[in-house]
């Protein structure tokens, strides 16, 4: 396991108006490891992951004090860009939300919109290859003209992910992406998250304790704002530290 | 960890309140076992030989409920951190209980067959390390069913004085032995001596359980050394 520090959180506290969503979270989130983040609903797992790309900017109500450093940068510097900072900080959502546009133009809108393409054997080149990472070509490959809409669920999730491949991230969120898939394609979404950490950092936020067994190296358990515990997801999982945690793991608390 | 609350599934507690039953009622079943060993020791019954061979396959079929208990629960509620350690030390419960159960029948065939009665004094020893056990059996199941680790270290802890009784008697036979060699004797003696280091072993195996019970409470496996009593032999 490497320890080269990826994602570093500072006394986060992130308030909705008057309501405080986050209260003094410390997290530190590693290269190419995977992170889960657990808790019941409501407790600021969602809140917390859009701090890392600063999709909270487009909540007019969202204040916030604290740090969240990438490479030891503070993203919330005036002097980073948001929309280049999502291109390194990819994310995939719960449902998956192809746009109404077809397999080919999903994975292209990215590299179009950021010109990250010299010419049309470039982006087929991109298409194809972020299609590949997302284990998803050979499913399609007759199809990539066709509407993305009208692939599985599975496949329109493995869609989103090749989309989100294809500016090249170097952080990878994901919000519960496996909530809406059988578990044939959960298996799938998780064997590839497995390959993607070899290049990529995944923080996933997963409301499956097995889940977040399966597939990451470090846990991070959060509760009513607060960041309980965090550590590596085998002593989580079978011995952890606070009460509150072997509460939540063992379903004793909802 | 504190005092666990229940689970929000209450089928969920249930299942292990169950499981635990199972190891409380398979445990007081040795417990009975070693009650008639000390008898037979006392006095060769031989009726009540036949008592502990008669309940010993209950103790097997209490294994193997277990088991099946511990994988259905597994199976079904992919239990979790303590949950986890509910059943897996269940499982390691019963092997030691079904290996004391082996042990006090063994035990109980040795006296039977044995060529003479013993020396008083040796008899008299070997009924006091028979109590000793049993002490450490009432309290081992005591931790188990209280969750008290505690309780449990200090079975652990307790497990060296039978260790010393042992090694006293040991002694004690094998004077016994040289002061009057002859063939019967000898042969009434290697017996005891079996019987002796079988005991001390049955010990060992409560103290097996009273890891097993520090562990599920804890999480943590005892890695300091047991304390010893006993020598080489």
Redesign the interface.
Known sequence: MSESLKIAVKNLNVFYGKKQALFDINLNIFSNEVTSLIGPSGCGKSTLIKCFNRMNDLVEICKYDGEVLIDGKNINDTSTDPVSLRTRVGMVFQKPNPFPKSVYDNIAYGPKLHGMYKNKDDLDEIVVSSLQKAGLFNEVKDRLFEPGTGLSGGQQQRLCIARALAVNPEIILMDEPCSALDPIATAKIEELIEELKEKYTIVIVTHS??QA?RVSNRTAYMHMGELVETGLTKNI????EH?KT??Y?????? | MSEQSGHIVSSFDDDIASIRRSVTKMATLVEEQYKLLHHIIDTGSASTVEDVLENEPKLDEFDGKIRDQVITFITLRSPMAIDLREGLTALKISTDLERLGDYCKNISLRIQALEEIPPAEIKNEILRMTVMVQGQLKRVIDAYVTKNKDKALEVRNADAAIDQHYQMIYNQIIEDIKSKPNKIKTLANTKLLFTIKTIERAGDHITNIAEEIFYTVTGEILTTPRPKGESEQ
């Open positions: 304790m097995q067994a999982f079978s011995n952890p009460a072997q509460d793991i063992t379903g004793r608390i909802g």
